[in-house]
């Protein structure tokens, strides 16, 4: 099993930036696939980013890219996600989530990809 904790969400003004960590336990994720999903009030939870079990291939959601990175330290288990230019429309509840390896990267912008969830962290972008 692995556990998964998100922290680093908080108050922001479009246009600035804030960092979110996943930091995982009770089992390495250098094995894993990683992912951030994010949830707005009253709509279902969408894909954001992925990373691979290495760090060396990532994809991104159109509505992110270019704003967000998506990256990972597997030394320390865990998983980031920094995120630039925020705007109001980025304002969700974000998720992280771990899967096994071993498929295409497109696979992992859905959420039966992944068998692990973090309780979430809120980000809000004040206009």
């Known amino acids: 099993q692995v556990q998964l904790v998100e922290s680093g969400g908080g108050l922001v003004q479009a246009g600035g930036s804030l960092r979110l960590s996943c930091a995982a336990s009770?089992?390495?994720?250098?094995?894993?696939?990683m992912g951030w999903f994010r949830q707005a009030p009253g709509k279902e939870r969408e894909f954001v980013a992925t990373?691979?079990?290495?760090?060396?291939?990532?994809y991104y959601a159109d509505s992110v890219k270019g704003r967000f990175t998506i990256s990972r330290d597997n030394a320390k288990n865990t998983l980031y996600l920094q995120m630039n230019s925020l705007k109001s429309e980025d304002t969700a509840v974000y998720y992280c989530?771990?899967?096994?390896?071993?498929?295409?990267?497109?696979?992992?912008?859905?959420?039966?990809?992944?068998?692990?969830w973090g309780q979430g962290t809120q980000v809000t972008v004040s206009s």
């Open positions: 009770g089992r390495a994720i250098s094995s894993y696939t």
């Open positions: 990373i691979n079990w290495s760090g060396g291939s990532t």
């Open positions: 989530a771990g899967g096994l390896s071993g498929w295409s990267m497109s696979y992992y912008t859905t959420h039966g990809a992944y068998d692990y």
